[in-house]
């Protein structure tokens, strides 16, 4: 019997999700970006990570022709970057947060991480292709990270705060 599409949605959504925004430019220099979570370490040799993107975004193109590509982990604080990348038909990249990074590629000099990669493979993923990159290049700030559970953006509680309510 096949799994009921609310159900498994409902599901997924009570697993806590890593918040990024992923970024490549194409060959004319137009910048495109997109907001993810479906986000993971894949292979430490060689270091490899996966992002999956919708077939049907408008972002899909040029995402998988790219040679290169930034992820960039969010910060606690940066779920209004987050929603403007998951918005279609505005120019996400306006607002003027997005500077060179590694690569000189487009990214948040505030995220809490950046990991540049080189396309390694692309994968299909039923609706979904997966995106896996070679890692080039890392960043890793000293700020907490923005996570999505239950539909709502939300941060890591500190160890120091889970052992007084554990």
Known sequence: MPVDR???TRTMSRVPAPVTVATTADASGRRWGFTGSSFSSLSLDPPLVLICLDKGASTHGAFTSARHF?????AHDQSDVALRFATSGVDRF?????TPCELGLPG???AAARI??????????????ILVGRVEATHAGDRAPLVYSDRV???????DQMAATG
């Not at 306006?94 to 997005?98: H, L, Q, R, Y």
């Not at 540049?116 to 292709?129: F, M, N, P, R, W």
């Not at 953006?153 to 500190?158: D, K, L, N, W």
């Open 6 to 8: 609310l159900a498994f």
């Open 94 to 98: 306006e607002a003027g947060d997005m």
């Open 108 to 110: 948040l000099p505030e």
């Open 153 to 159: 953006f939300g941060r890591p509680v500190p160890n």
């Open 70 to 74: 930034l992820i960039n982990v969010l």
């Open 116 to 129: 540049a990669c080189t396309t390694h493979e692309i994968l299909d993923g039923g609706d979904h292709s």
